[in-house]
């Protein structure tokens, strides 16, 4: 019986397999997630960096065929401005990932999770008018969410904050945010590779559980035509906030 693959124990290779699943429906269902579900529990079976890496990988293919299916209702200016911040920071993060202890790792994953997850619980992220922003304001945005997303692969919780402000909700905000997370990846995905951080295990875990990722993605896609938003949603971020508590509580234990 074949124990180890590619490098990877076939019982981690399940348990990947299991995570992106259940991540890859979040991101169908809600339009955001993927990584800020998947990496703090990838943390928990892989090291930081490897949990990164795949991440990237199944969220660029998640965000592109959620972006694709929603592309008429992707929002053009905010996509533009807050990619150009994400692509301009990004080598920053990717300098964090590849100098910063595995333990430093988890703790930026959890921290940024439960900041995200707590912010999304409180009843103030709910606003009833959408707002404005200058150019700047929301390429810095992006400049956040770049640096968070070479670095710990969880770029959603900035990206998430803005949108909310906007307005945005249902096919403009899962179209949006999917078209700058495909984007960011890309272009994340070059970057991560000039520094050195890709390695065959993350890439091997990848293509070992692309068939999961996609029927977690298929079958959220269906969800989100029959469930409320706004009660799934709420399910999601405690579902963060639970795996972010994990991933702090793993880089002291």
């Keep these: 019986m074949i124990t180890v693959l590619w490098g990877l124990h076939v ?9 992106v699943v259940a991540a890859g429906f979040v991101q169908a269902s809600a339009g955001f997630g993927f990584a800020l579900l998947a990496v703090p529990l990838l943390t928990l079976v892989v090291a930081p960096e490897t949990a990164v890496v795949i991440a990237f990988l199944h969220g660029t293919c998640s965000s592109l065929l959620t972006a694709g299916r929603h592309h008429g209702h992707i929002e053009r200016t905010d996509t533009r401005r807050l990619s150009i911040g994400a692509v301009l920071a990004m080598p920053l993060g990717a300098l964090v990932l590849v100098t910063a202890s595995p333990e430093v790792l988890r703790i930026l994953v959890g921290v940024a ?25 929301t390429v810095a945005v992006g400049a956040i969410s770049g640096v968070l997303n070479t670095a710990v692969a969880t770029n959603g919780p900035p990206l998430v904050v803005y949108l909310r402000a906007r307005g945005l909700h249902g096919d403009s905000f899962r179209a949006t945010i999917s078209a700058v997370f495909t984007i960011s990846n890309v272009v994340g995905l070059f970057i991560l590779l000039v520094a050195g951080a890709i390695h ?20 959220g896609n269906h969800a989100a035509k029959r469930l409320r938003t706004s009660h799934f949603v709420r399910m999601v971020d405690v579902v963060l906030l639970v795996s972010g508590l994990l991933a702090i509580t793993r880089a002291f234990f």
């Design 200 to 219: 065959t295990p993350a890439v091997a875990a990848f293509l070992l559980t692309l068939g999961p990722a996609f029927l977690g993605w298929f079958f």
């Design 11 to 19: 019982a981690t290779i399940v348990e990947i397999a299991l995570i």
């Design 113 to 137: 999770t439960c900041g995200a997850a707590t912010w999304m619980l409180l009843p103030h992220n709910r606003v009833p008018h959408a707002r404005s922003f200058t150019a700047p304001a």
